[in-house]
């Protein structure tokens, strides 16, 4: 079996919220496909409730396309205590966090009716999300602020006007 990068992080020795460049591809053209693990919550100590996760990828799926450009997907993570983004190109860890910085603002001002795919028909868990919960996993992570180094806090300023 091959061996997945992730797995190999010890997730005891990082500090949450941060974002990291996990791996580069480069394609058979030439293209580079970057991914980032985008880390919401301490792993082993917090996880973000399903509802509000749920709530907040589906918010984030749009508002991240406002904010970077490139974007291929964001991913959550099933220990719910972040996102894996994928991008073409090479963005760096500080364009990744603030980017992401500028997501979690959006939703602190989302209104239900901006959260997309909410129906039967386009979501596979419909009735499985919290606007309340996504907005106050949002404030508190933004509280706290983005590192740009998994394992030294290392806080990305962020520009109030993009």
């Known amino acids: 079996m091959a061996e997945v990068e992730s797995f190999t992080l010890d ?3 990082v500090k949450a919220p941060y974002v990291r ?3 580069q591809t480069i394609g058979p053209k030439g293209d580079v496909v970057s991914k980032f ?3 919401l919550t301490q792993p082993n100590q917090e996880a973000i409730p399903t509802a509000a996760l749920h709530t907040i990828e589906h918010l984030s799926a749009g508002y991240i396309r406002d904010h970077l450009k490139n ?3 964001l991913s959550p993570m099933g220990c719910r205590t972040g996102f894996y983004l994928s991008t073409w190109g090479e963005p760096t860890t500080e364009e990744v966090a603030i980017a992401y910085t500028r997501v979690l603002r959006d939703i602190v001002k989302s209104q ?7 129906e ?4 596979g868990n419909y009735r ?3 606007l309340f919960g996504a907005q106050e996993w949002a404030k508190y992570i933004l509280n706290q602020q983005f590192s740009s180094d998994p394992f030294e806090r290392q ?3 962020v520009p109030e006007v993009e």
């Open 71 to 73: 974007v291929i997907d």
């Open 120 to 123: 039967r028909k386009s979501c």
């Open 37 to 39: 693990d985008i880390r």
């Open 112 to 118: 239900w009716s901006d959260v997309q795919g909410v």
């Open 11 to 13: 997730h005891d020795k």
């Open 128 to 130: 499985d999300h919290s």
């Open 155 to 157: 806080i990305v300023d």
């Open 21 to 23: 460049l996990a791996g």
